[in-house]
C-alpha cells in the first residue's frame, strides 16, 4: 500500500477541500477526490510545503510504465531497444515539457513571489516536473487506471496516428514537414542575440512563418539547439493556427 506523502511545515493543505481548477481537471480528464493532491502537485517549493518534489518521484514510475504499456500495445513488432528508445524520448523533459504546455499547466502552478516574476512558471524543468508530479497525484487519487487515462489523454496529440519513425524526429523536421504537407514555405532561422562568455555561451534564434504570420524565439547552449526549441514553438503555435 502507498500512503500519501506526509505534510510538512508551511502552508498546510486541508485533507478534502472543493478543487480549486476545474478547468485543469477537465482538461485533464480526471475529478479529485482529494483535491489537496492536486493543489500539491501545483506547488512549487519555492511556494512553500507541502511541494510536488516527492509527488514527481512517484509520478516519474508511474509515467514510465503507462507510456511502456501503452508503446507495448502499439507497436507489436517492435524489438525491445526501439521500445526502450521510443520510451525515452517521450520521457525526457523537452517532451514533458511539451505535453504540460498543451494542458496550459503554467497557468495554474503555485509560486513564490520570485520565481512567478522571473518566468519560471514557463521553464521546461518546472513544468516537466510538475506535469509528472500530477501523474503521482492522480495515481494516489484514483490508481494505476485512473493515472494511465490521464498519461493517455495528455500525450494525445503527441502519440495519436504516431509512428514510431515519426516520433523520433526532432522538432526541426516535424515543423518542416508540418509545412510541406499544407504547401507552405519552409521556415526561416536566424540568431537574433548571443551573451555569455565564450565557453559557456548562449544562443537566441528567431523563427519566422511568414504565411502564418508566426515568429518564435529559443534559446540554446549552441546555435542547433536554440533552433530546436524556436521551431518547438513555432510548431505548437502553427497547430493552433
Known amino acids: 500500500m502507498i500512503s500519501q506523502p506526509t505534510p510538512r511545515a508551511g502552508r498546510e493543505l486541508p485533507d478534502r477541500v472543493l478543487s480549486r481548477f476545474p478547468v485543469l481537471e ?3 480528464g480526471h475529478r ?3 483535491a489537496a493532491l492536486l493543489e500539491q502537485a501545483l506547488t512549487h517549493r519555492s511556494y512553500g510545503t507541502p511541494h510536488n518534489e516527492r509527488l514527481e518521484f512517484l509520478g516519474d514510475g508511474v509515467l514510465g510504465c503507462a507510456i511502456a ?3 507495448y500495445a502499439r507497436f507489436p513488432q517492435l524489438p525491445e531497444g526501439d521500445l526502450t528508445r521510443l520510451r525515452a524520448h517521450l520521457v525526457r523533459e523537452a517532451t514533458l515539457a511539451e505535453v504540460a504546455r ?3 499547466l503554467s497557468e495554474f502552478l503555485r509560486l513564490g513571489a520570485g520565481a512567478a516574476s522571473g518566468g519560471v512558471a ?4 518546472v513544468l516537466a516536473d510538475a506535469i509528472e508530479a500530477v501523474y503521482g497525484a492522480v495515481f494516489l487519487d484514483g490508481g494505476f487506471g485512473a493515472a494511465k487515462a490521464v498519461i493517455a489523454k495528455t500525450f494525445g496529440d503527441i502519440l ?3 509512428g514510431a519513425e515519426s516520433l523520433r524526429k526532432d522538432p526541426k523536421t516535424r515543423l518542416q514537414e508540418f509545412l510541406q ?3 507552405l514555405a519552409l521556415p526561416q532561422y536566424a540568431v ?3 551573451h555569455g562568455e565564450a565557453h559557456e555561451q548562449q544562443f537566441r534564434v528567431e523563427c519566422v512563418i511568414p504565411e502564418l504570420g508566426i515568429r518564435s524565439l529559443g534559446e540554446g547552449a549552441s546555435r542547433r539547439s536554440a533552433e530546436q526549441e524556436a521551431a518547438r514553438q513555432a510548431y505548437e503555435l502553427a497547430n493552433r493556427a
Open 69 to 71: 504499456e501503452e508503446l
Open 181 to 183: 504537407g499544407r504547401k
Open 192 to 194: 537574433v542575440a548571443t
Open 26 to 28: 477537465r482538461r485533464l
Open 122 to 125: 514557463e521553464s521546461p524543468s
Open 32 to 34: 479529485f477526490a482529494s
Open 102 to 104: 498543451l494542458a496550459g
Open 160 to 162: 495519436a496516428g504516431a
